[in-house]
């Protein structure tokens, strides 16, 4: 089976790694990925994963950044491909396009459809408060992730898992999966499945601001879960007398004391940094002030002990 790969972050390397081990089955014939971005502190600028590991197979890889442009279209058009495979590309692929393949477009989707629809699925099940999610596999159509369905595999999401490692087993349960289903759906005996459209919710793009801690609205529960949710970007941040910090991880304090602090006040405890929300006091265990190193809770208590009792203000 030939199949041109779409895909762009570590969950794609993953699937893309997947295939390639199954030469008695696939062959990726090119690799189609988002251009080299700047990255890292110094902003250099770096090939996404998915276009490292091709590059490390000799495979083809293009990196257009529109897959409107003519060129493109008339590439993809002569690689002969059975089907194309996606996993987080990071583009929406024009109609045109996945009508090139003879079997059609699969998607590796990150949440178990209808659920989560959009380009943040691992995100918004952290965010939640999801005891489970997993991975769906299914036939692309013109719009966002709404192709009928022809695997689902769940797992269970634990509670310090962050994106990064739920993200990481969400890839290793497709890949456990993927290429028996993805022949059977080729053969004809894995037919794909209409979605319950009418249950289906969909993920806003991730920006900046949505790590932005709102004191008058979330408590202490809600910012614990986007310390996990939002690692590594965009990151959990508040401001502390005038200067950004961010939470990278923190807990929940158990205990049961009256809390008579107005909400976002710093609360320096014996070795312990705590801050006070609508409902609930949230314990920082890692934390990070802004042009610093991060640092533990403790650290954090013992440095900044002057700013005890100060409130901190939401950002905008």
Known sequence: ??????????????ILESIIARPDLFTVVTVVTQPPRPAGRHQILTPSPVHTAATEKKIPVLTPESLRDTDIIETLHTDTA????????????????????????????????PCY??????????????????VSFMQMDAQMDHGPVFAQYAIEIFPEDTTPTLM????????????????AYYDGTKIPQEQMHTA????????????????????????ERMTRAFDPWPGVTT?????????????????????????GTLVIAPGETRFTTISGTLSIDVIQPAGKKPMSGDEFARGYAQFNGQVCASLE
């Open 1 to 14: 089976m030939n199949i041109v790969f779409f895909g762009t972050e570590s969950f794609a390397k993953t």
């Open 239 to 263: 401001s502390l007398v005038g200067n950004q910090i961010k939470f990278l991880r923190a807990h929940l304090i158990t205990d049961q004391s009256p809390n008579n602090h107005t909400p």
């Open 117 to 134: 629809r959009g380009s943040a699925p691992i995100h918004a099940a952290l965010l939640a408060g999801d005891t489970q999610t997993g």
């Open 168 to 183: 990481a087993r969400l890839a290793e349960c497709a890949t456990e999966h993927l290429a028996a289903d993805l022949v």
């Open 82 to 113: 059975d089907i194309f495979l996606v996993a987080q590309y990071g583009q929406i692929i024009p109609e045109n396009i996945l009508a090139i393949p003879r079997q059609g477009a699969v998607n590796v989707h990150a949440s178990l459809l």
């Open 200 to 223: 289906a919710t969909t993920v806003a793009l991730l920006t900046k601001k949505v790590g932005y801690i709102n004191w008058k609205t979330m408590d202490a529960a809600l910012i």
